[in-house]
């Protein structure tokens, strides 16, 4: 069974850094490419990284290029997203999501505030 | 960017009765390789989203038959044949044929 979860959320300052990790399990995590999709509160999602299967490659949303970077750990089943000079617009629930966004995790929460 | 628009952004409907979601973009969907790759999301509140439909009208796993997807180019439509209470939440279209994937903005339905 495909499972995906977020950690790493939670409440920050402007300007600080913060590294979400999603653990998958359930398939060859190795053969996979991952995406991080944000959803603001009541609003809709918003896609903002990709990183094929073997790491080499990842791309990004102008919103967040330049600060985001996306990671896998392909011997540990894990990936990341590390973020820097955060915003308050950048307060949302992250999700970790397979390549054909066929399978989700349950989210975690980041909040940005002074 | 390629830009999704949903119509209608709020959709009552009946217990029972059909519904539909339209989903547009500003520009072909159609991918280099002959695909089309449009997909249909639902997110009940306080969960994730989770995949209907995937290159525009393909059920995903587990998804009931009366889901269906359609549509080409840049018009793309989702149908459900007749609506049950568990369908009410948010239902968001994505395409993923031009980089960056973009989201249309979700259409809210509510009995």
């Known amino acids: 069974q495909v499972q995906l979860v977020e950690s790493g959320g939670g409440v920050v300052r402007p300007g600080r850094s913060l590294r979400l990790s999603c653990t998958a399990s359930g398939f060859v995590f190795s053969n996979q490419g991952f995406h991080w999709v944000r959803q603001a509160p009541g609003k809709g999602l918003e896609w903002l990284a990709v990183i094929w299967r073997d790491g080499l490659k990842s791309d990004y949303a102008a919103s967040v290029r330049g600060r985001f970077t996306i990671s896998r750990d392909n011997s540990r089943n894990l990936l990341f997203l590390e973020m820097n000079s955060l915003k308050v617009e950048d307060t949302a629930v992250y999700f970790c999501?397979?390549?054909?966004?066929?399978?989700w995790g349950p989210g975690t929460l980041v909040s940005v505030s002074s | 960017d390629v830009a999704m628009t949903q119509t209608p952004l709020s959709l009552p409907v009946t217990l029972g009765q059909p519904a539909s979601i339209s989903c547009r973009s500003n520009q072909s969907l159609v991918h280099l390789n002959g695909q089309t790759y449009v997909s249909w999301l639902h997110q009940r509140p306080g969960q994730p989203p989770r995949l209907l439909i995937h290159k525009t009208s393909a059920r995903f796993s587990g998804v009931p038959d009366r889901f269906s997807g359609s549509g080409a180019g840049t018009d793309f439509t989702l149908t459900i044949s007749g609506v049950e209470v568990e369908d009410v939440g948010t239902y968001y279209c994505?395409?993923?044929?031009?980089?960056?994937?973009?989201f249309g903005p979700g259409t809210r339905m509510e009995i």
């Open positions: 999501v397979h390549s054909a966004f066929d399978f």
């Open positions: 994505v395409q993923a044929t031009h980089f960056p994937w973009t």
